[in-house]
């Protein structure tokens, strides 16, 4: 008897199911190739192309075309939140930790602009809500917390934090969004640079320049 046949079927059946997501997580990849290649505007042909299948193979993996794009949605959040993994480990002196933060931020939209505008006009899961809300919250609240436990300098009440959060991720995605598509002259470093002097102004304005001046002495 083979080791299958001895293999419970709940075990089988947990075993395929791995495997159904993994090459599922291997087409959302093609497919986000796909949209860097070709732009916002991919076609579900471009994306089959890219992922070396049919477009009816494609969607046997799928319910359909809003069950993809969400699972690009999802995965593209997952990336985002992986590449600024450093900065939610945080070390050093506040501002520095700051200006990496935004450094990293605009070096993730520089090199995935197409991914970027793609997440803009596509919804994310069941809420209707754009992945591009999905990405601002997430980040939000890791900056809140951040604010929360005073990694950023100062603990600051979560009242006060989580509303700053949300408003200094809002200006930065806003800010950086304008510029890939409108750079008018500005490079990267120089925004990233204008938007950590914005950002440190509002931090500073709100939990007070003493405090900030102490820890980032630190």
């Not at 001895?6 to 059946?13: C, F, I």
């Not at 809420?127 to 951040?146: D, F, I, L, Q």
């Amino acid at each position: 008897m083979s080791e299958s046949e001895h293999e419970p079927v709940d075990g089988r059946a947990a075993r395929w199911a791995g495997h159904r997501e993994a090459r599922r997580l291997e087409l959302v990849d093609a497919a986000v190739a796909a949209i860097g290649e070709h732009g916002p505007e991919v076609t579900t042909e471009q994306i089959a192309a890219r992922a070396g299948v049919s477009r009816p193979g494609l969607y046997r993996h799928f319910d359909g075309r809003d069950d993809l794009q969400s699972a690009i949605a999802a995965r593209s959040v997952e990336r985002l939140v992986h590449e600024l993994e450093p900065v939610w480990r945080p070390s050093g002196r506040p501002f520095e930790m700051l200006a990496k933060a935004l450094r990293a931020h605009l070096g993730w939209l520089e090199a995935n602009a197409n991914v970027y505008r793609y997440l803009k006009r596509t919804s994310f899961g069941t809420g209707g809500e754009s992945a591009t809300t999905n990405v601002r919250a997430t980040v939000a609240g890791h900056v809140a917390g951040m604010l929360v436990d005073g990694s950023l300098g100062a603990e600051i009440p979560p009242p006060v934090a989580h509303p700053l959060a949300f408003g200094l991720v809002g200006m930065v995605d806003s800010a950086s969004a304008h510029w890939l598509d409108e750079p008018h002259g500005a490079s990267r470093d120089q925004l990233a640079t204008q938007l950590t002097e914005s950002c440190w102004a509002v931090i500073r304005a709100t939990v007070g320049a003493d405090r900030l001046a102490v820890a980032d002495d630190v």
